[in-house]
């Protein structure tokens, strides 16, 4: 199974999060640019199912299948790139 980490670090970015700092194990902290001492959230490396990303999403106030967007752009360029 893949790994939905890169679709929702990259849709957490175009919505004004930035990584703080690598956390325990597998988790980095992410807080938002407009409040970069308020409150964080904390991302698994490793997220697997689509529940663990829906909730990273409310926990930072974004829509909660963003991050599928995301992944069908990206997949719809690589796609497209490879047709050259």
């Not at 807080?31 to 926990?59: L, Y």
Request: contains cysteine.
């Amino acid at each position: 199974m893949a790994s939905l980490y890169p679709g929702v670090s990259r849709t957490l970015c175009s919505g004004g999060w930035f990584l703080h700092h690598q956390g325990k194990g597998s988790r980095e902290l992410w807080r938002h640019q407009t409040d970069p001492e308020g409150d964080q959230i904390s991302v698994p490396f490793n997220i697997k199912k689509t529940p663990t990303a829906e909730s990273i999403m409310k926990a930072a106030g974004l829509p909660k299948d963003s991050f599928l967007a995301s992944k069908k752009a990206l997949k719809k360029r690589k796609r497209g790139s490879g047709s050259r």
